[in-house]
């Protein structure tokens, strides 16, 4: 082993060592041997290029720039395409349609799930979306949280194995490119046939035996309690019992008014929450708004100011006592006045609060108090809490009123926005359809991801959110890890080693050692990190041992998704630790099962689908 290699390992351990250590986060850790490694380049040293070739400290940032980091900001937008048209909410509803109250059903239908989720879009984003689902379902059936997180946790590791669009499948796709001498990069369909074995055998498993090898935690209230949706709202404000229609007659007085110019809001103390007109709904219409006759205007406020407005020639009716506004697609929003708040003491009319947020306050809680009427009036005091109406489109506006603390609604009971929805999986589609005939997958993605914010399902403030830096900046930092190891004869010096080992063996041992390898290091160092780490050993020991380097990478690939055994393994086990009440060892017991039997049929498939 040279200086060089000994530098390069040194390099990469002492910060993972302090990142293993908890002193050290991640990303910050892969930056600094991103810069690590350019000095030691431009001071000279071959490795990322050859010796003497400072230019060439340029690539320990060109993970920046390459075709997975693409892939993956450009996931992150349709992801959060997919949230905001309701294709997830869509998908949750009918799980719990189907699953009922049998618990090793909708195990099964939450793992299922889960994992066909992942398929398109990323693992954690796949377990984000479904963990309110599966808290709602704990809710009404009476089921343990921690016996539905785990398998949603599970399902998007083991969806993800069967895709392209799982970050380590695509990192180690790329690295094929980078080999000594290059290869083939994996198409968009490669990983499907082993990893969707290896899928439907973890389903399967943990529908079987889930129930027994899950632990039950009893979790506190605050972790049940998650973001309320808009029904809830409404039954915490009492709004049902100040809600009225009226109707605006051809004959009114109120017909071709703008609403600021009634005594609507200004002498009757009335909040319109919406006003439809045909099949097109005005969420906290403006004062600036004009009343159509025959518009229905949805009003909350006191009965006795209500009636007064039949005397302006509306009809006033009412909904159902059990029926909602949240279903018919009015989103509620709840505020609290912020601690030290500049606006104590002054009312939401005196702050002009419509215009400036969009949205229009229709009731306010004090104490165990709900005012529903001149709310625009009421002097405000700490502790008061305000229940909004606004659209969806305003609240980028609504969070810049820093006096208030936004509570963001679970948008879970909001009706699915079926153009929309259905808009956004054709756009989806298409770029798999493209992918699939050989168009780039980066730049796929990327067009649909532009397509999306282009034509406004998707506003430029969220595209930002959606972002994962984190994940962003430390594959860009460790993609250099990859070109050291390549350069200094590090992958190939590994690679030989492993093969003495597993040369008695052939092919199929290299792909089991491959597999075990990654799956190890991927519970300590996460499934990223070790894809750049074990992936160019299993490619060069491909190479020397003459076989398909392709089907390393799978393997290797598949081992990264194996994050079963340990909450830290991935991001998304650590998500579901706090809902699920979950203890460091509940994920060892069902995940080590559930990692030989992966074992098992990865072996099966690289026999079957790679003829190993």
Same mark, same amino acid.
């Given at each position: 082993m040279t200086l060089t290699q000994i530098l390069v390992i040194l390099i990469v351990a002492l910060p993972l060592i302090a990142v293993a250590m908890n002193r050290l986060r991640i990303d910050i850790g892969a930056l600094i041997i991103a810069a690590a490694l350019g000095l030691a380049q431009f001071a000279g040293l071959g490795v990322l290029g050859a010796p003497g070739t400072p230019g060439d400290a340029v690539k320990s940032i060109s993970g920046l720039g390459q075709p997975v980091v693409v892939t993956l900001f450009s996931l992150f937008i349709i992801t959060r395409a997919l949230d905001v048209s309701g294709v997830t909410r869509l998908i949750a509803r009918r799980l719990l349609a189907l699953g009922g109250r049998s618990e090793s059903r909708l195990i099964m239908l939450f793992t299922g799930a889960t994992a066909l989720l992942s398929l398109v879009m990323n693992n954690l984003a796949a377990g984000a979306l479904m963990l309110p689902s599966a808290l709602e379902a704990a809710r009404r059936t009476g089921i343990k949280p921690s016996k539905l997180l785990i398998p949603v946790a599970y399902g998007s590791l083991l969806g993800g194995a069967a895709t392209y669009f799982t970050t380590a499948n695509i990192i180690v796709s790329n690295l094929l490119l980078t080999a000594n001498p290059p290869q083939s990069p994996l198409g968009i369909f490669d990983f499907t046939p082993t990893g969707g074995l290896v899928a439907l055998a973890g389903i399967a498993f943990l529908a079987l035996l889930g129930k027994r090898l899950l632990p039950e935690r009893e979790p506190s209230q605050e972790q049940l309690a998650f973001r309320r949706t808009s029904t809830d709202l409404e039954v915490l404000y009492h709004l049902g019992e100040r809600l009225w229609e009226a109707r605006v007659l051809p004959a009114s007085v109120l017909a071709g008014v703008q609403l600021g110019d009634t005594d609507i809001g200004g002498r009757l103390g009335l909040s319109v929450a919406a006003i439809w007109r045909g099949h097109h709904a005005i969420f906290a219409p403006s004062e600036t708004q004009v009343i159509n006759a025959g518009d229905m205007l949805l009003i909350i406020g006191r009965e006795d100011r209500v009636s007064q407005?039949?005397? =302006?020639?509306?009809?006033?009716?009412?909904?159902?006592?059990?029926?909602?506004?949240?279903?018919?697609?009015?989103? /509620?929003?709840?505020?609290? /006045?912020?601690?030290?708040?500049?606006?104590?003491?002054?009312?939401?009319?005196? /702050?002009?609060?419509?215009?400036?947020?969009?949205?229009?306050?229709?009731?306010?809680?004090?104490?165990?108090?709900?005012?529903?009427?001149?709310?625009?009036?009421?002097?405000?005091?700490?502790?008061?809490?305000?229940?909004?109406?606004?659209?969806?489109?305003?609240?980028?506006?609504?969070?810049?009123?820093?006096?208030?603390?936004?509570?963001?609604?679970?948008?879970?009971?909001?009706?699915?926005?079926?153009?929309?929805?259905?808009?956004?999986?054709?756009?989806?589609?298409?770029?798999?359809?493209?992918?699939?005939?050989?168009?780039?997958?980066?730049?796929? =993605?990327?067009?649909?991801?532009?397509?999306?914010?282009?034509?406004?399902?998707?506003?430029?403030?969220?595209?930002?959110?959606?972002?994962?830096?984190?994940?962003?900046?430390?594959?860009?930092?460790?993609?250099?890890?990859?070109?050291?190891m390549v350069q200094t004869g590090l992958a190939t010096l590994i690679g030989n080693e492993v093969l003495k080992i597993v040369s008695p063996f052939g092919p199929l041992g290299l792909a089991a050692g491959a597999y075990l390898l990654t799956a190890v290091l991927t519970q300590f160092m996460g499934g990223q990190v070790t894809a750049l780490v074990t992936g160019p050993i299993a490619i060069s020991a491909a190479i020397s041992m003459n076989t398909s380097p392709q089907a390393m990478a799978v393997a290797a690939a598949i081992g990264c998704s194996a994050a079963f055994l340990t909450p830290i393994a991935h991001p998304v086990n650590i998500l579901m630790m706090g809902p699920g009440n979950y203890r460091f060892s509940d994920f060892l017991r069902a995940g080590l099962w559930l990692t030989l039997i992966s074992f098992v049929v990865l072996m099966l498939g690289m026999v079957l689908f790679w003829r190993l």
């Open positions: 407005l039949a005397d =302006m020639g509306a009809t006033i009716g009412r909904e159902p006592p059990d029926s909602t506004i949240s279903s018919r697609g009015v989103m /509620l929003v709840e505020v609290i /006045l912020a601690p030290h708040s500049r606006i104590e003491g002054k009312t939401l009319r005196a /702050l002009d609060f419509h215009r400036q947020s969009g949205f229009t306050a229709v009731a306010l809680l004090r104490g165990t108090r709900s005012y529903r009427t001149d709310v625009g009036a009421l002097t405000l005091t700490p502790g008061d809490s305000l229940l909004l109406v606004g659209a969806p489109d305003q609240m980028q506006r609504l969070r810049r009123f820093r006096d208030f603390i936004v509570l963001e609604p679970d948008t879970s009971d909001q009706p699915i926005p079926m153009p929309r929805a259905l808009s956004t999986i054709a756009i989806l589609l298409v770029a798999i359809v493209f992918s699939v005939i050989g168009f780039p997958v980066y730049l796929a =993605m990327l067009i649909a991801a532009i397509v999306l914010i282009v034509s406004g399902l998707l506003s430029m403030e969220d595209a930002y959110r959606a972002m994962e830096w984190r994940a962003i900046f430390l594959i860009a930092g460790m993609y250099s890890v990859s070109i050291a």
